[in-house]
T-cell receptor, first 112, second 113 residues
Framework: GAVVSQHPSWVICKSGTSVKIECRSL??????MFWYRQFPKQSLMLMAT?????????EQGVEKDKFLINHASLTLSTLTVTSAHPEDSSFYIC????????FGPGTRLTVL | GQQLNQSPQSMFIQEGEDVSMNCTSS?????WLWYKQDPGEGPVLLIA?????ELTSNGRLTAQFGITRKDSFLNISASIPSDVGIYFC?????????????FGSGTQLTVLP
């Protein structure tokens, strides 16, 4: 199967700090990974498309300088939430694309 | 991003009953996908549909890709308690290597014993 992992699964941080979330495709290489955020009882909203070796493409309304994405290899993409604020608290989910998209288990971010 | 129109929003059914949910779009998609999400988890792919008119089964699940390419439905037969969760449809346009998904708003399924 196609397995995607995320680390950490949950994180609590203080307002103003930065948090890094890792997304790994464990058994396949993914030239493209996607980052989503999901608020309670809502659908997944695409934040950005991460391409290996190039800059990420951000969706309208998503701040590039706040949500830093690095796709350093064909199996790893990272999302860094910089200067986190309570409104950034959410469930962040990555996916890696083969023919279909396979999702990681998500990271619950709580900013105090 | 845009969302698909998914209905119903929620369903309460008795164990053993069949379930049907659907998604419609004003845009054409080349691929339709159905995912299930359990609380605190990422979505898990249930069925992928690649051709208009295609009918695909996965155990008790059956999904169809509408002929117009603007809709899809998912049926679950003989529901069991572990079917509880949120079901999302997603449309995909194979545009270059982007392969972005557009998600439906989800159907919350509750199975009563």
């Amino acid at each position: 199967g196609a397995v995607v992992s995320q680390h950490p699964s949950w994180v609590i941080c203080k307002s103003g700090t930065s948090v890094k979330i890792e997304c790994r495709s464990l058994d396949f290489q993914a030239t493209t990974m996607f980052w989503y955020r999901q608020f309670p009882k809502q659908s997944l909203m695409l934040m950005a498309t991460s391409n290996e070796g190039s800059k990420a493409t951000y969706e309208q309304g998503v701040e590039k300088d706040k949500f830093l994405i690095n796709h350093a290899s064909l199996t790893l993409s990272t999302l860094t939430v910089t200067s986190a604020h309570p409104e950034d608290s959410s469930f962040y989910i990555c996916s890696a694309s083969r023919l279909e998209q396979f999702f990681g288990p998500g990271t619950r971010l709580t900013v105090l | 991003g845009q969302q698909l129109n998914q209905s119903p929003q929620s369903m309460f059914i008795q164990e053993g009953e069949d379930v049907s949910m659907n998604c419609t779009s004003s845009s054409i998609f080349n691929t339709w996908l159905w995912y299930k999400q359990d609380p605190g988890e990422g979505p898990v792919l249930l069925i992928a549909l690649y051709k208009a008119g295609e009918l695909t089964s996965n155990g008790r699940l059956t999904a169809q890709f509408g002929i117009t390419r603007k809709d899809s439905f998912l049926n679950i037969s003989a529901s069991i308690p572990s079917d509880v969760g949120i079901y999302f449809c997603a449309g995909q346009l194979m545009a270059g290597s982007a392969r972005q998904l557009t998600f439906g708003s989800g159907t919350q399924l509750t199975v009563l014993p």
